[in-house]
C-alpha cells in the first residue's frame, strides 16, 4: 500500500510512508528480542494478500530465557511470528502468533535471518548453522555438522505454510536419516 516497512536490529519495527519515517515505531519488540552479536529482529516480509488481512511476518531473536548474551545453555531461540499491520501505522503486540519458535542461537552468530514469500504463496525462512552445533559441544564453524540434520532447523530454508504449518509438499517430512 505504498508503506515501507524498516526493521531495527534493537527489536522495532519502523514506518516509512509518503517520503518521511515515522517518528514512533509500528512495534518495539523490547524485551522480548535479543540484540547481541548477529542476535536481532533480522527479517520482514508483507502477507501477498496484505490488501485483505494486513499481516506481515518478522523473524527475530526471542529472549526465552532471560538472556541475551546467553552461549551454549538456555539461549536466545529463533522466531518467526506473524503480526496485523494497521492503517494507524501501528502493530499490537498482542497480535503476534508465533509460527515457527525455538530454533536454536547457540553463540550468537548465524541465526535465524530473512523471511520472504516464494511464487508458491509460502513463507520461506533463512537460517544460518548457529555457529556451533546445538549437539555436540566444541563443534563449531569448520566441524559444525548441524546443518546436516534433516531433523534440525538450522543451516535450512524452511518454507512453511501462512499459518506455520509444514507445507503438504514438502519432500523432507518425516524421520531423519542422516
Same mark, same amino acid.
Given at each position: ?17 509518503? #517520503?518521511? @519515517? ?5 512495534? %518495539?519488540?523490547? !524485551?522480548?528480542?535479543? /540484540?547481541?552479536?548477529?542476535?536481532? *529482529? ?35 531461540? #529463533?522466531? @518467526? ?5 494497521? %492503517?494507524?501505522? !501501528?502493530?499490537?503486540? /498482542?497480535?503476534?502468533?508465533?509460527? *515457527?519458535?525455538?530454533?536454536p542461537s547457540v553463540i550468537g552468530v548465524h541465526n535465524i535471518g530473512d523471511v520472504k514469500f516464494g511464487k508458491d504463496g509460502y513463507p520461506y525462512v533463512g ?52
Open positions: 500500500d505504498g508503506r515501507l516497512l524498516i526493521s531495527s536490529q534493537l527489536g522495532q519495527i519502523y514506518i516509512y510512508q509518503q #517520503g518521511a @519515517l515515522v517518528s514512533v515505531p509500528a512495534l %518495539d519488540l523490547g !524485551t522480548r528480542s535479543c /540484540a547481541y552479536r548477529e542476535r536481532s *529482529l533480522a527479517g520482514l516480509a508483507v502477507d501477498p494478500a496484505f490488501a485483505s488481512n494486513h499481516f506481515i511476518y518478522a523473524t527475530y531473536t526471542f529472549n526465552k530465557f532471560g538472556n541475551c548474551e546467553a552461549e551454549y545453555t538456555e539461549t536466545p531461540v #529463533g522466531r @518467526l511470528s506473524r503480526f496485523r499491520l494497521e %492503517d494507524d501505522n !501501528t502493530i499490537d503486540p /498482542a497480535s503476534e502468533q508465533v509460527l *515457527l519458535d525455538n530454533i537460517v544460518g548453522d548457529s555457529g556451533c552445533d546445538y549437539a555436540i559441544e566444541n563443534h563449531c564453524f569448520d566441524s559444525n555438522g548441524a546443518a546436516a540434520y534433516r531433523h534440525a532447523l538450522v543451516g535450512k530454508i524452511l518454507p512453511i505454510t501462512r499459518d506455520g504449518d509444514i507445507p503438504p509438499d514438502n519432500p523432507f517430512v518425516g524421520p531423519d536419516t542422516v
